[in-house]
C-alpha cells in the first residue's frame, strides 16, 4: 500500500510545483503592439556585499508615483524578499523618450544624508521590465576627493524582435550627476531616456545571456574537472571496499568450513560479536526520527534535482525554487513519517506518537525557530526578508493541513507494515565488554575522517553554490551538480562501509549511531566552510546579513547531516548484513 501511495503523493508534489510556477507568471503574454504599456516594476534595494539585506525601493527618498500597486506574488517570491511596486514612470512598446522628467523633487538635509549613507555602502536598485531584471548602483564615491555622487538620469537600451521584448541593459548618466558631499537641501531633477533596437535573437532564448556569462569555458572546465575526479574518488573507494570484501568473503568461507579454524579465531576479530552486532542503539526513538528526516530530505533534495534539470529553475525565475521546497517539503512529510515509525516497530518500540512528534519536530524545530529570531531581525531592520503576517498564515496552514496529516499518514501506514528487521545473526541476551580503543578510532576522529573526503569532492561547486545564495552570482551548472551530489552520496556510502569495517575488526560493535555520525559528518564540514567563506571571500557586513548566513547555514547543514547520516547508516547496515549473512552464526 506504501508503494503505492508515496510514488503518487511525489508524482502530486511535481504538478503542483509546476502549477504554483506558471500562476506565479506574469499576466502579460508577452506580446505588444506600438504603444502598449510594458509591464514594469521596481523591486527593492540593498547594499551590494550584503545580499540579503535589501529594502523597498521606495523606502528612500525617491518620488513616489501617483498611483503606486503592489503586484501580486508567489510564495517563494515573497520568501526571496521580493517586494514588486509599480512603474515610477511609464515605458511604452517602441516609444522612445530622450531626457524625459519623472518629477522634481527638493531633497532636505536628512534625505542627502539619507543617500550619501546609502551611496556609501554601494547600494543597487533592482527593477523588472517585461520580466527581465534591471540592475544599477544608485550613486558615486569620488574617494580620492571624498566627493558623494546620485545618479539621477537612468538610460534605457531595449533590444524587441517584432511584438516582443528581448533584452534590456541599463546605464547611469554620469554626465548629469547631483553632488550630496555637504549636509544642505538640493534640487533634483530625476530624468529617464529610453531607445529601441531591433534584434534577430528569438524570444525563447532571451534568458540565455544571464547563464551564458557564467559558462564561460573557463567555468565550464573547473566544473567538469570537479565532477571528473569526483567520479575518480568513488572509483577508487569502490575499488578499495571489494578488496575488503573479497578478503571478508575469504576468510567468512574459510571460517564457515573449517571448524578447527573457526575455533582458534572465536575470540578475536569481527566474527567474536556476531551476537552483538545487531543489538539495537540506544535511544532507538531518536535514531528512528533521523532516519525518517533524513530520508525524507534525501527524496526532497532528488526531486529538486528533476525540477532543476527539466528546465524549471531558469535564470531569474523569481522564487521557483523557494516555492519547490516548501510545496516538496510538505508532500514528502509522509516518507518521514513512514520509515520513522517502521523503523521503529522493527527495533520494538512502543511509544509511536511521541516517534512521530520527535520526526515532525527534529527538522522542523530548529528551522522555525531560527526562522523566528531572524524574521524578528529583519523587521527590526524594516527589510524586505520580513515576512507579512499572511505569508506567515499561509505557510503555518500548509504545516497545517498539508505537512502534518500527511506526517501521521505515513506513520499509520509505517506502523501497520509489520515489517521485521532483518538480522542474519541472533543477539545475545547480556552485551559483550568493548575493548579500549585508540584515540583514533574514537567517534569524533572517525568522524573527521569520514567527512573529510566527501566536502574535498563537493568544495568546488559549494563555492560556486555560495556565490549564488549569498551573492549575486547566477547558477545553472545544474548537471554537473547533479554528477558530483551522486558521487557524494556514493562516497559516503563507502567511506562508512569501510569505517565500520574497521570498527568492527576492533571488536566496537555499536556501530549504529556512529555510521550515522559519520555519514553526516560532512555537514559540519559544510557549516565549518561557511566561516572560511564569509571572513575569505566575501565583504558581508552587518548584524542582519551575518546572522542570516551562519542562521540559516546552520539548518542546512543540518539538514545535510540528516540526509547523509542516512545514506551512512543504511550503507553500513548492507555492509554488515553482507558480512554477517555469510558466516554461520550460532
Given at each position: 500500500?506504501?508503494?503505492?501511495?508515496?510514488?503518487?503523493?511525489?508524482?502530486?508534489?511535481?504538478?503542483?510545483?509546476?502549477?504554483?510556477?506558471?500562476?506565479?507568471?506574469?499576466?502579460s503574454?508577452?506580446?505588444?503592439?506600438?504603444?502598449?504599456?510594458?509591464?514594469?516594476?521596481?523591486?527593492k534595494?540593498?547594499?551590494?556585499?550584503?545580499?540579503?539585506?535589501?529594502?523597498?525601493?521606495?523606502?528612500?527618498?525617491?518620488?513616489?508615483?501617483?498611483?503606486?500597486?503592489?503586484?501580486?506574488?508567489?510564495?517563494?517570491?515573497?520568501?526571496?524578499?521580493?517586494?514588486?511596486?509599480?512603474?515610477?514612470?511609464?515605458?511604452?512598446?517602441?516609444?522612445?523618450?530622450?531626457s524625459?522628467?519623472?518629477?522634481k523633487?527638493?531633497?532636505?538635509?536628512?534625505?542627502?544624508?539619507?543617500?550619501?549613507?546609502?551611496?556609501?555602502?554601494d547600494?543597487?536598485y533592482?527593477?523588472?521590465?517585461?520580466?527581465?531584471?534591471?540592475?544599477?548602483?544608485?550613486g558615486?564615491?569620488?574617494?580620492?576627493?571624498?566627493?558623494?555622487?546620485l545618479?539621477?538620469?537612468?538610460?534605457?537600451?531595449?533590444?524587441?524582435?517584432?511584438?516582443?521584448?528581448?533584452?534590456?541593459?541599463?546605464?547611469?548618466?554620469?554626465?548629469?550627476?547631483?553632488?550630496?558631499?555637504?549636509?544642505?537641501?538640493?534640487?533634483?531633477?530625476?530624468?529617464?531616456?529610453?531607445?529601441?533596437?531591433?534584434?534577430?535573437?528569438?524570444?525563447?532564448?532571451?534568458?540565455?545571456?544571464?547563464?551564458?556569462?557564467?559558462?564561460?569555458?573557463?567555468?565550464?572546465?573547473?566544473?567538469?574537472?570537479?565532477?571528473?575526479?569526483?567520479?575518480?574518488?568513488?572509483?577508487l573507494?569502490?575499488?578499495?571496499?571489494?578488496?575488503?570484501?573479497?578478503?571478508l568473503?575469504?576468510?567468512?568461507?574459510?571460517?564457515?568450513?573449517?571448524?578447527e579454524?573457526?575455533?582458534?579465531?572465536?575470540?578475536?576479530?569481527?566474527?567474536?560479536?556476531?551476537?552483538?552486532?545487531?543489538?539495537?542503539?540506544?535511544?532507538?526513538?531518536?535514531?528512528?526520527?533521523?532516519?525518517?528526516?533524513?530520508?525524507?530530505l534525501?527524496?526532497?533534495?532528488?526531486?529538486?534535482?528533476?525540477?532543476?534539470?527539466?528546465?524549471?529553475?531558469?535564470?531569474?525565475?523569481?522564487?521557483?525554487?523557494?516555492?519547490?521546497?516548501?510545496?516538496?517539503?510538505s508532500?514528502?512529510?509522509?516518507?518521514?513519517?513512514?520509515?520513522?515509525?517502521?523503523?521503529?516497530?522493527?527495533?520494538g518500540?512502543?511509544?509511536?506518537?511521541?516517534?512521530?512528534?520527535?520526526?515532525?519536530?527534529?527538522f522542523?524545530?530548529p528551522l522555525?525557530?531560527?526562522?523566528?529570531?531572524?524574521?524578528?531581525?529583519?523587521?527590526?531592520?524594516?527589510?524586505?526578508?520580513?515576512?507579512?503576517?499572511?505569508?506567515?498564515?499561509v505557510?503555518?496552514?500548509?504545516?497545517?493541513?498539508?505537512?502534518?496529516?500527511?506526517?501521521?499518514?505515513?506513520?499509520?501506514?509505517?506502523?501497520?507494515?509489520?515489517?521485521?528487521f532483518?538480522?542474519?545473526?541472533?543477539?545475545?541476551e547480556?552485551?559483550?565488554?568493548?575493548?579500549?580503543?585508540?584515540?583514533?578510532?574514537?567517534?569524533?576522529?572517525q568522524?573527521?575522517?569520514?567527512?573529510?573526503?566527501p566536502?574535498?569532492?563537493i568544495q568546488?561547486?559549494?563555492?560556486?553554490?555560495?556565490?549564488?545564495?549569498?551573492?549575486h552570482?547566477?547558477?545553472?551548472f545544474?548537471?554537473?551538480?547533479?554528477?558530483?551530489?551522486?558521487?557524494?552520496?556514493?562516497?559516503?556510502?563507502?567511506?562508512?562501509?569501510t569505517?565500520?569495517?574497521?570498527?568492527?575488526?576492533?571488536?566496537?560493535?555499536?556501530?549504529?549511531?556512529?555510521?550515522?555520525?559519520?555519514?553526516?559528518?560532512?555537514?559540519?564540514?559544510?557549516y565549518?566552510?561557511?566561516?572560511?567563506?564569509?571572513?575569505?571571500?566575501?565583504?558581508?557586513?552587518?548584524?542582519?546579513?551575518?546572522?542570516?548566513?551562519?542562521?540559516?547555514?546552520?539548518?542546512?547543514?543540518?539538514?545535510?547531516?540528516?540526509?547523509?547520516?542516512?545514506?551512512?547508516?543504511?550503507?553500513?547496515?548492507?555492509?554488515?548484513?553482507?558480512?554477517?549473512?555469510?558466516?554461520?552464526?550460532?
Amino acid at each position: 500500500m506504501a508503494e503505492k501511495i508515496l510514488p503518487a503523493t511525489l508524482f502530486v508534489s511535481v504538478l503542483l510545483v509546476l502549477s504554483v510556477d506558471q500562476a506565479s507568471s506574469d499576466e502579460s503574454d508577452h506580446r505588444y503592439r506600438q504603444g502598449d504599456q510594458v509591464p514594469f516594476y521596481v523591486n527593492k534595494v540593498g547594499p551590494f556585499h550584503n545580499p540579503s539585506e535589501t529594502y523597498r525601493y521606495f523606502d528612500l527618498p525617491y518620488c513616489l508615483p501617483d498611483k503606486t500597486k503592489e503586484k501580486r506574488l508567489s510564495l517563494g517570491e515573497v520568501l526571496n524578499g521580493d517586494r514588486l511596486v509599480s512603474r515610477p514612470f511609464p515605458i511604452e512598446f517602441l516609444r522612445e523618450r530622450n531626457s524625459v522628467p519623472v518629477c522634481k523633487k527638493k531633497l532636505s538635509k536628512e534625505d542627502v544624508a539619507k543617500f550619501r549613507a546609502v551611496i556609501h555602502e554601494d547600494y543597487y536598485y533592482q527593477m523588472y521590465f517585461d520580466d527581465l531584471p534591471i540592475w544599477g548602483f544608485l550613486g558615486m564615491v569620488n574617494k580620492e576627493q571624498q566627493r558623494y555622487y546620485l545618479f539621477n538620469h537612468i538610460l534605457l537600451n531595449i533590444y524587441y524582435n517584432k511584438d516582443r521584448v528581448i533584452e534590456i541593459t541599463s546605464r547611469s548618466d554620469t554626465k548629469a550627476m547631483v553632488e550630496l558631499t555637504e549636509d544642505k537641501e538640493v534640487d533634483v531633477e530625476f530624468l529617464y531616456t529610453v531607445e529601441w533596437k531591433e534584434t534577430d535573437v528569438p524570444f525563447e532564448k532571451r534568458m540565455a545571456k544571464y547563464s551564458q556569462s557564467y559558462s564561460l569555458p573557463r567555468h565550464l572546465d573547473i566544473h567538469r574537472n570537479s565532477a571528473i575526479n569526483s567520479c575518480m574518488a568513488v572509483l577508487l573507494l569502490a575499488g578499495f571496499l571489494a578488496a575488503i570484501l573479497r578478503i571478508l568473503n575469504n576468510d567468512s568461507v574459510k571460517y564457515a568450513n573449517d571448524e578447527e579454524l573457526a575455533a582458534d579465531q572465536e575470540e578475536t576479530g569481527w566474527k567474536c560479536i556476531h551476537g552483538d552486532v545487531f543489538r539495537y542503539p540506544r535511544h532507538k526513538s531518536l535514531f528512528a526520527a533521523c532516519l525518517g528526516s533524513g530520508t525524507q530530505l534525501l527524496t526532497l533534495t532528488v526531486f529538486i534535482f528533476i525540477l532543476a534539470l527539466v528546465g524549471v529553475f531558469y535564470p531569474y525565475n523569481r522564487g521557483a525554487l523557494l516555492t519547490a521546497l516548501v510545496v516538496l517539503y510538505s508532500l514528502t512529510s509522509g516518507i518521514a513519517g513512514y520509515t520513522a515509525t517502521s523503523f521503529y516497530c522493527q527495533l520494538g518500540g512502543t511509544n509511536c506518537v511521541r516517534n512521530l512528534l520527535l520526526t515532525g519536530c527534529l527538522f522542523c524545530g530548529p528551522l522555525l525557530l531560527t526562522f523566528c529570531f531572524l524574521n524578528a531581525v529583519a523587521v527590526a531592520y524594516t527589510a524586505t526578508a520580513a515576512l507579512p503576517v499572511g505569508t506567515i498564515v499561509v505557510i503555518a496552514l500548509i504545516w497545517t493541513l498539508v505537512s502534518s496529516p500527511l506526517l501521521v499518514l505515513g506513520g499509520i501506514i509505517g506502523k501497520n507494515s509489520k515489517a521485521e528487521f532483518q538480522a542474519p545473526c541472533r543477539t545475545a541476551e547480556y552485551p559483550r565488554e568493548i575493548p579500549p580503543l585508540r584515540w583514533y578510532r574514537q567517534t569524533i576522529p572517525q568522524m573527521a575522517i569520514a567527512g573529510f573526503l566527501p566536502f574535498i569532492l563537493i568544495q568546488t561547486e559549494l563555492y560556486y553554490i555560495f556565490a549564488s545564495v549569498w551573492g549575486h552570482r547566477i547558477y545553472t551548472f545544474y548537471s554537473f551538480l547533479f554528477i558530483i551530489f551522486i558521487s557524494l552520496l556514493i562516497v559516503t556510502a563507502l567511506i562508512t562501509a569501510t569505517l565500520t569495517h574497521l570498527q568492527l575488526a576492533a571488536e566496537d560493535h555499536s556501530w549504529w549511531w556512529r555510521s550515522f555520525l559519520c555519514g553526516g559528518s560532512t555537514g559540519l564540514f559544510i557549516y565549518a566552510y561557511c566561516f572560511h567563506y564569509y571572513y575569505a571571500r566575501t565583504e558581508m557586513s552587518g548584524f542582519m546579513q551575518t546572522s542570516f548566513m551562519f542562521g540559516y547555514m546552520a539548518c542546512v547543514s543540518f539538514g545535510c547531516f540528516l540526509m547523509l547520516g542516512t545514506v551512512g547508516y543504511l550503507a553500513a547496515l548492507r555492509f554488515v548484513r553482507h558480512v554477517y549473512g555469510s558466516i554461520k552464526c550460532e
